[in-house]
């Protein structure tokens, strides 16, 4: 059997997309891009992703099949510190869940909560 990582892709459900995309796109200062659904059932905007590098793509994804909520599942984002970014969450409709600490020799970690309700994180080594 072949070795690989847990994780592949993430789908972060949305109920309004056109509000997430905004949200994401301020706090992460990065552009989503339009994804087509390959079943057709609901509609995609990707994070920025090299599928050939480490680590895994994913978007906020709105379907009739799932909806958002804060629970068992956490996505964290990579950035550069994650004070800057958690700076940008309030401004964008979001909620600091708990500021940044320290995750030891793993670096920093913020946790918020979006405008869908969805709890995420974000990482940093500074």
């Known amino acids: 059997m072949t070795k ?3 994780v592949g892709w993430f789908d972060i459900y949305v109920n309004d997309l056109n509000r997430a995309v905004a ?3 301020a706090v992460l200062g990065n ?3 339009e994804m087509p659904d390959p ?3 609901s509609q995609m905007m990707s994070f920025p992703a090299d599928m ?3 680590g895994a793509g994913g978007a906020l994804t709105k379907a009739e099949y799932a909806s958002p909520g804060v629970g068992g599942t956490v996505v964290y984002f990579m950035v550069e510190d994650t ?3 958690q700076a940008r969450v309030a401004d964008a409709g979001g909620v600091v869940i708990r ?3 320290s995750i030891g020799e793993f670096g920093f970690v913020t946790l918020c909560q979006d405008t869908e309700g969805n709890m995420f994180g974000m990482n940093s080594m500074k």
């Open 99 to 101: 500021p940044k600490f």
């Open 39 to 41: 079943t057709g059932e």
């Open 4 to 6: 690989m990582n847990a």
């Open 23 to 25: 949200f994401y796109e």
């Open 83 to 85: 004070a800057v970014n």
């Open 31 to 33: 552009k989503l891009e």
């Open 52 to 54: 050939s590098v480490y």
